[in-house]
């Protein structure tokens, strides 16, 4: 009779969330019973089936996400206090998440699986992307000088961020591993005088680039293909190499496939920038982002990254953390994305407008109550002097921008050989424009 009532269920529940000292939630079950945990309520949370509860004690993540996408869970109030909640209580609630953790070691996914992973989160469509990015498209962590920055002005201030720290100068060469949608090439050419040569695995995003590159005459200058970071022609060499956003898709498994990528890449002396999302401690992937979201990804350890660079003789040469940067990040894509709610809907139904509601939300709180950090990391390539001594010339306005737009010619020719000075780069798939 007590388990046709729901009783045991509700006292899984109550073992659990009575655990909560800081914050709190008001709980409302499928019978209309309504109950208090913590000392004071953050939101309200609808369970509607007994069947969701009983799966959240086989696995609490994927029982929670799936339960939100199906309409099982309701929530009144944020979705990210949710996870303000779990971690302001993280000491309290260890040890039952301990003996729900999923036990995983680091996959090592062949390229084909890599590609398609790739194209399950990036190949949505330009559509629906363009419904909440900035107009730039640039999905990666921003970069607020002020307050009273827009998204659009943010996203620009990032990409100069990162070509500043690289030191970027007219005439050198720049690949960009994982490059979107083509803002930073776009920019390195444009506002630096670079050659810059972007790869990617989406589809969509290529093609997007392309058109972009050619409506803004820049084909001579830059090129973007196809191509997975460990195909790059194995003669290609870059002044400057930079992943925004791809490491967090590299898996644990690949990181160090990545490095020995950059290391081909890179000339000798040259300075490496890696963008990418952090952990504090080593953990598995989540089950439910791996399956819906990210399928194949892992985040790594800054520890982990640093670890790897002496074995390339890489020298890492600054560091820097934007976590609060992506936070209000995130804060800015959710509530565009709700304001273009119907539309998503009617491109992809409710269930995934539902799914991505809690994935940004879930994001904004891992960044914000700190499970999550974004690192910059610049390293050389062996010991140079070459690079300023101290850090003060990011934050000048950098010559070579500004001989450019004062009028400046952008770059040199491309050389005989090639875009890059190799004729394998550019070559392998049509050139840029071409489709």
Same mark, same amino acid.
């Given at each position: 009779?007590?388990r $046709?009532?729901?009783?045991?269920?509700?006292?899984?529940c109550?073992? *659990?969330?009575?655990?909560?000292?800081?914050?709190?939630?008001?709980v409302? !079950? %499928?019978?209309?019973?309504?109950?208090?945990?913590g000392? @004071?309520? %953050?939101?309200?949370?609808?369970?509607?089936?007994?069947?969701?509860?009983?799966?959240?004690?086989?696995?609490?993540?994927?029982?929670?996400?799936?339960? !939100?996408?199906?309409?099982?869970?309701?929530?009144?109030?944020?979705?990210?206090?949710?996870?303000?909640?779990?971690?302001?209580?993280?000491?309290?609630?260890?040890?039952?998440?301990? &003996?729900l953790?999923?036990?995983?070691?680091?996959?090592?996914?062949?390229?084909s699986?890599?590609?398609?992973?790739?194209? +399950?989160?990036?190949?949505?469509?330009?559509?629906?992307?363009?419904?909440?990015?900035?107009?730039?498209?640039?999905?990666?962590?921003?970069?607020? @000088?002020?307050?009273?920055?827009?998204?659009?002005?943010?996203?620009r201030?990032?990409v100069?961020?990162?070509?500043?720290?690289?030191?970027?100068?007219p005439?050198?060469?720049?690949?960009d591993? $994982?490059s $979107? %949608?083509?803002?930073? *090439?776009?920019?390195?050419?444009?506002?630096?005088?670079?050659?810059?040569?972007? *790869?990617?695995?989406?589809?969509?995003?290529?093609?997007a680039?392309?058109?972009?590159?050619e409506?803004?005459?820049?084909?001579?200058?830059?090129?973007?293909?196809?191509?997975?970071y460990?195909?790059?022609?194995?003669?290609?060499?870059?002044?400057? =190499?930079?992943?925004?956003?791809? !490491?967090?898709?590299? $898996?644990?498994?690949?990181?160090?496939?990545?490095?020995?990528?950059?290391?081909?890449?890179?000339?000798?002396?040259?300075?490496?920038?890696? +963008?990418?999302?952090?952990?504090?401690?080593?953990?598995?992937?989540s089950?439910?982002?791996?399956?819906?979201?990210?399928? /194949?990804?892992?985040?790594?350890?800054l520890?982990?990254?640093?670890?790897?660079?002496?074995?390339?003789?890489?020298?890492?040469?600054?560091?820097?953390?934007?976590?609060r940067?992506?936070?209000?990040t995130l804060?800015?894509?959710?509530?565009?994305?709700?304001?273009?709610?119907?539309?998503?809907?009617?491109?992809?139904?409710?269930?995934?407008? &539902?799914?991505?509601?809690?994935?940004?939300r /879930?994001?904004?709180?891992?960044?914000?109550?700190?499970?999550?950090?974004? #690192?910059?990391?610049? %390293?050389?390539?062996?010991?140079?002097?070459?690079?300023?001594?101290?850090?003060?010339? *990011?934050?000048?306005?950098?010559?070579? #921008?500004?001989?450019?737009?004062?009028?400046h010619?952008?770059?040199?020719?491309?050389?005989?050989g090639?875009?890059?000075?190799?004729?394998?780069?550019?070559?392998?798939?049509?050139? =840029?424009?071409?489709?």
């Amino acid at each position: 009779m007590a388990r $046709g009532t729901g009783v045991f269920e509700k006292r899984q529940c109550d073992l *659990i969330l009575s655990r909560i000292r800081t914050g709190g939630l008001t709980v409302t !079950y %499928w019978d209309g019973d309504t109950r208090q945990y913590g000392p @004071q309520s %953050w939101l309200h949370v609808h369970l509607k089936t007994r069947a969701v509860v009983r799966r959240m004690r086989r696995h609490i993540d994927l029982a929670v996400g799936e339960g !939100y996408m199906n309409g099982e869970i309701e929530v009144q109030g944020d979705l990210a206090e949710i996870g303000r909640l779990a971690l302001r209580n993280r000491v309290e609630l260890s040890p039952w998440a301990a &003996r729900l953790a999923r036990r995983a070691s680091p996959r090592r996914d062949r390229k084909s699986r890599q590609t398609k992973n790739v194209q +399950h989160h990036y190949d949505l469509g330009n559509d629906f992307y363009a419904l909440w990015l900035d107009r730039s498209m640039s999905y990666s962590c921003a970069y607020f @000088q002020r307050p009273s920055d827009s998204l659009e002005a943010a996203q620009r201030q990032k990409v100069e961020h990162i070509l500043r720290k690289l030191d970027l100068r007219p005439g050198m060469t720049l690949l960009d591993i $994982g490059s $979107g %949608w083509g803002e930073l *090439i776009i920019a390195a050419a444009r506002r630096y005088g670079a050659r810059a040569h972007g *790869i990617t695995l989406s589809e969509e995003q290529l093609a997007a680039s392309r058109r972009r590159i050619e409506a803004e005459n820049l084909a001579s200058m830059v090129s973007v293909d196809l191509c997975h970071y460990q195909d790059l022609p194995a003669d290609a060499r870059f002044d400057r =190499v930079v992943s925004v956003g791809m !490491y967090e898709h590299v $898996g644990a498994g690949n990181y160090a496939a990545y490095m020995a990528a950059v290391d081909r890449a890179l000339k000798p002396e040259g300075l490496s920038l890696l +963008h990418t999302i952090t952990q504090t401690v080593e953990r598995p992937a989540s089950p439910w982002i791996d399956r819906y979201i990210f399928p /194949g990804g892992h985040l790594p350890t800054l520890e982990g990254i640093l670890a790897l660079l002496p074995g390339r003789d890489f020298h890492a040469v600054d560091f820097e953390s934007l976590r609060r940067h992506y936070a209000r990040t995130l804060d800015e894509w959710s509530a565009r994305f709700e304001a273009s709610l119907q539309r998503v809907e009617k491109m992809h139904g409710e269930r995934f407008a &539902r799914m991505w509601r809690l994935y940004l939300r /879930g994001s904004a709180a891992a960044f914000r109550y700190g499970k999550l950090d974004l #690192a910059q990391i610049l %390293w050389t390539k062996g010991l140079t002097d070459s690079t300023p001594m101290t850090r003060e010339y *990011i934050y000048r306005r950098h010559s070579s #921008a500004q001989a450019l737009s004062a009028g400046h010619p952008a770059v040199r020719a491309p050389s005989p050989g090639g875009f890059l000075g190799v004729p394998e780069v550019g070559s392998h798939v049509p050139e =840029v424009g071409s489709q």
